[in-house]
């Protein structure tokens, strides 16, 4: 069975540029999440998908932050403008739902200089 | 919310020592408790979990055990290698029908040295 896909896996950009990062969950998982790991801490939750339906993006950053999942599938996470505070792991997991285990992706380091 | 503290922040073992890690949580609604090992560039990975029905849960080397009334739950690791050198990760959540809401602890850096 593939893992959770994400590209891409290294990307570097300047402040007040914009970026996105693709998600591909494994196949029938119908929850997923993006989360933010800042160097030296656990993963923050930014937002959680049920298919294609907002679950939670109370920790979102919404003036700059945004995502999608488009069909209940792959997903985005876009930053407009970046900040330097940005730079980060931001990792995508999957899940089948029902309270069952997350599946996580290797993860896109942003650097934002 | 829920808040995780996680101690210590970096262990050093000599191969073939145990390890302990412990983490404790503020949220009583909490009643989900994975454990994550991420190794360098990749993603965190499921160890072991225990859910709030259980005190202890072993599986090979690894071990798990849980207080709740004491809000408190430890990872053990017995006859430690080298490959399990890694930063881990304990969490905390409320399981509902859509999946867990994780809060994570800050890591803890193990070495085990050969």
């Known amino acids: 069975e593939a893992g959770v896909a994400q590209s891409p896996r290294y990307k570097i950009i300047e402040k007040r540029q914009s970026v996105a990062f693709w998600c591909n969950p494994i196949s029938g998982h119908a929850t997923l999440y993006w989360y933010q790991q800042i160097l030296g801490q656990g993963p923050k939750l930014l937002i959680q998908?049920?298919?294609?339906?907002?679950?939670?993006d109370s920790q979102l950053p919404k003036d700059r932050f945004s995502a999608e999942r488009l069909k209940g599938v792959d997903s985005t996470l876009k930053i407009q403008p970046a900040k330097l505070e940005d730079s980060a792991v931001y990792l995508c997991?999957?899940?089948?739902?029902?309270?069952?285990?997350?599946?996580f992706g290797p993860g896109t380091r942003l650097t934002v200089t | 919310g829920e808040n995780v503290e996680q101690h210590p922040s970096t262990l050093s073992v000599q191969e073939g020592d145990s390890a302990v890690i412990k983490c404790t949580y503020s949220d009583s609604a909490s009643n989900y408790f994975p454990w994550y090992k991420q190794e360098l560039g990749k993603g965190p990975q499921l160890i072991i979990d225990?859910?709030?029905?259980?005190g202890e849960k072993k599986d090979q080397r690894i071990a798990v055990t849980l207080n709740k009334t004491a809000k408190h739950f430890s990872l053990h690791i017995t006859e430690t290698q080298p490959e399990d050198s890694a930063v881990y990760f304990c969490?905390?959540?409320?399981?509902?029908?859509?999946?867990?809401?994780?809060?994570f602890g800050p890591g803890t850096r193990l070495s085990v040295l050969p």
């Open positions: 969490a905390a959540s409320e399981r509902d029908n859509y999946g867990q809401n994780f809060v």
């Open positions: 998908f049920q298919n294609n339906g907002v679950v939670d």
């Open positions: 225990i859910r709030s029905n259980v």
């Open positions: 997991a999957s899940s089948q739902g029902g309270g069952r285990e997350q599946y």
